[in-house]
C-alpha cells in the first residue's frame, strides 16, 4: 500500500470541490446534482475528490435492487485525481469514502457508478474496489461536437429548454421539435457520435442487499468477451494490459 495509507479524507464544500474537478476530471464538468464531496488529502493539500448524489433518473436505477427505499441509495458520479497520489491511492480513497457514508449515513444501502468506456476506462478502480459488474452496454448517447467539445445526451435531457452556445442560443427542444431525439440534436450541430461502451458497478454498503439484486452479476471476463476493454482512453483488452505493469486506473 505504502504512501497511500497517508493519504487523509474530508467532506469538502461544492466551491472547493468543483474547480478541482473542472481541472482534473476528463471531462472537464461537473454532476450538478453531487451533493457529497470528498476530498483526498496528502502533505497537507488536496489532491483527489469524490462526489456523490442521487442518480439523475432515480426511478430508472431504484429497481436494480429490490425493496430499495427512494434515498437508500446513491450515485458516485464524478471522481478525479491528480498524479502527485501514489499508486493504490484511488481504489484506498474509494473504500474510505465508503466506511464514512456506512457510519455517518446508515440508511444507504448500497452505491452505483458507471465507466466510461467511450473516453476514459472500463472500470479497473471500481473492481478493485469490490464493486460489481452488473451492466455492459452500447453507449450511443455521447458525441463530440465540432470544437472537440463532448456532450452527452443525459445533459441535454436534464435542461432541455436552458439556451446552449453551439446551438447559438437555441435549447435542446427547440431543434429536436420538443423531443428527446438525439440524432436531430447531432445534426443541427453537426457533432460526431463516439462509439464505445458504458459499464454500471454497483457497490453493496450493506451486504444482505446484494441477494435482492434484480439483474444478474456479469463476469469481468465478459467485458473482454464484447470488447468493451479501455484504459486511460485507449481502447485495450485485459490480457494486454496485464501483460505488463500499469498503474491503477
Not at 452505491?111 to 473516453?119: E, G, K, T
Not at 453507449?139 to 461536437?145: F, V
Not at 457533432?191 to 458504458?198: K, R, Y
Not at 446484494?210 to 486511460?232: C, H, N, Q, W
Amino acid at each position: 500500500m505504502g504512501r497511500a495509507k497517508e493519504i487523509v479524507m474530508k467532506v469538502i464544500p461544492t466551491k472547493v470541490a468543483t474547480p478541482f474537478m473542472k481541472a482534473h476530471h476528463y471531462s472537464g464538468k461537473v454532476v450538478n446534482n453531487s451533493t457529497l464531496h470528498f476530498g483526498v488529502f496528502l502533505d497537507g493539500s488536496l489532491h483527489g475528490v469524490m462526489s456523490y448524489g442521487p442518480s439523475l433518473d432515480k426511478s430508472k436505477i431504484i429497481g436494480l435492487v429490490k425493496d430499495t427505499g427512494w434515498n437508500e441509495f446513491l450515485e458516485l458520479n464524478r471522481m478525479a485525481f491528480d498524479s502527485y497520489l501514489p499508486r493504490n491511492s484511488e481504489s484506498r480513497a474509494i473504500s474510505m469514502s465508503l466506511r464514512l457514508i456506512k457510519k455517518y449515513a446508515p440508511q444507504i444501502k448500497w452505491v452505483i457508478s458507471f465507466a466510461d468506456a467511450c473516453s476514459c476506462g472500463d472500470g479497473t478502480i471500481y473492481r478493485a474496489s469490490n464493486f460489481v459488474l452488473t451492466g455492459i452496454k452500447e453507449n450511443l448517447n455521447l458525441a463530440e461536437l465540432p470544437d472537440g467539445t463532448r456532450v452527452h445526451k443525459m445533459t441535454l435531457a436534464s435542461n432541455p429548454t436552458s439556451p446552449r452556445k453551439e446551438l447559438g442560443g437555441l435549447t435542446f427542444f427547440d431543434v429536436t421539435g420538443g423531443t428527446y431525439n438525439f440524432k436531430k440534436y447531432l445534426d443541427y450541430v453537426g457533432a460526431t457520435p463516439i462509439p464505445g461502451f458504458q459499464l454500471r458497478y454497483i457497490y453493496f454498503i450493506d451486504k444482505a442487499k446484494r441477494k435482492d439484486l434484480t439483474v444478474p452479476e456479469i463476469p469481468f471476463s465478459k467485458i473482454d468477451e464484447l470488447g468493451a476493454g479501455m484504459y486511460k482512453g485507449e481502447k485495450v483488452t485485459f490480457a494486454e494490459r496485464h501483460s505488463k505493469v500499469t498503474p491503477e486506473e
